[in-house]
């Protein structure tokens, strides 16, 4: 049985608290094509990153910045509190894909890389980031996109071994 506050913040057994739950968390997601293979030329980029936008709209989240290069994509995103970032990225990526294929035949191959990397950030750093995310073209003939992974990772002091980051 479940259990509510008093308006004297004691316990009441029997009730159950109907509050609404509120979420304000920003993410920065980044996936690569697989093998990091440089699929998404600048035919592609603009119409992908579109459409990968309103996917994340679909899930009831905000696309807030989309951006990338040949071989992969950064989303700052926020989701609903009842959209899991892996269900929602299982979603992005199938969906884009399947969207890939269906509208351009000729890009068959055009796959995801399994696995992504999510980031939280802070809403002071909105706009830093979503800068970055715009600046990805000028920012990758300084920096591969495996150097620029690696930096997210460790920066974020996520445990990882490199054996198993780039399959």
Sequence with gaps: MGFSVSDRGEPRQGR???GHTFSEVLCHVIFSTKGRAALIDDELR?????YVGGIIRELGGTAIA???TADHVHVLLRLPPSVSMSD???VVKTNSSRWVHETSPNRRSFAWQTGYGAFSVSESNRQTVCDYIGNQEDHHRRT???EEYL???QRHGVDYDERFVFD
């Design 16 to 18: 159950k608290n109907n």
């Design 46 to 50: 603009p119409r992908l990153h579109s």
């Design 66 to 68: 989309v951006g990338g």
């Design 88 to 90: 929602a990225m299982r």
């Design 144 to 146: 591969s996109f495996q």
């Design 151 to 153: 930096a997210f990772l």
